[in-house]
């Protein structure tokens, strides 16, 4: 793929996140801030073990699976709506996304079908605009099984902070493109 010389900046960006069912719910968020910050992504994504004689280090090892974390913010505009999504609706299951289905499966810890036990998680996609600026298509970044949560703040406006963890339970949680 080409790659285009143009650093991305915000307007580049959009997020959608997406549910299970056989056709998606999905969402593209509103209003957000342009500032998606993914953390901890390593080659393996492992953590790592050194190990030390006595205090002097002679090796290291890759050890336990890493749970990465992103965040971003995007600007409060309804807790919840009965015929179109909120962000909230998505962290919370209501709304719209009442009867969403969990993209980590119940057999991993995810949600079951009745949606009364175990972990919500969703989708979450980032595509960077790339083919407008010589690319020969779009960059994304698909975390496929996050459990997301909010905080509120007021301001001007209100602001939502959403932080989620990628759960690493098939070896394409994490795609690039």
């Given at each position: ?7 991305f900046v915000p ?11 056989g056709?998606p ?14 953390g901890t ?11 030390l004689?006595?205090?002097r ?14 965040t ?11 015929s ?27 949600m079951?079908a ?29 975390a ?15 602001k ?9 339970y098939?070896?394409d ?5």
């Amino acid at each position: 793929m080409a790659l285009a010389a143009v650093p991305f900046v915000p307007s580049d960006g959009a997020l959608v996140f997406s549910d299970a069912t056989g056709t998606p719910l999905t969402f593209t968020v509103p209003y957000e801030d342009g500032n998606l910050s993914f953390g901890t992504i390593s080659h393996n994504q492992k953590a790592v073990q050194e190990f030390l004689h006595r205090g002097r280090w002679y090796g290291v090892r890759e050890t336990d699976d890493v749970t990465p974390e992103f965040t971003f913010t995007a600007h409060l505009i309804g807790f919840t709506d009965a015929s179109s999504a909120t962000l909230l609706d998505i962290v919370r299951r209501t709304g719209v996304w009442a009867a969403a289905v969990s993209t980590l499966p119940a057999s991993a810890g995810g949600m079951n079908a009745g949606g009364t036990k175990g972990v919500w998680c969703v989708q979450l996609k980032w595509t960077g605009e790339r083919s407008d600026f010589g690319g020969t298509a779009d960059s994304t970044v698909t975390a496929k099984y996050c459990r997301i949560t909010a905080e509120i703040a007021e301001g001007v406006p209100a602001k939502l902070t959403i932080t989620g963890q990628m759960f690493p339970y098939s070896t394409d949680y994490l795609a690039w493109t």
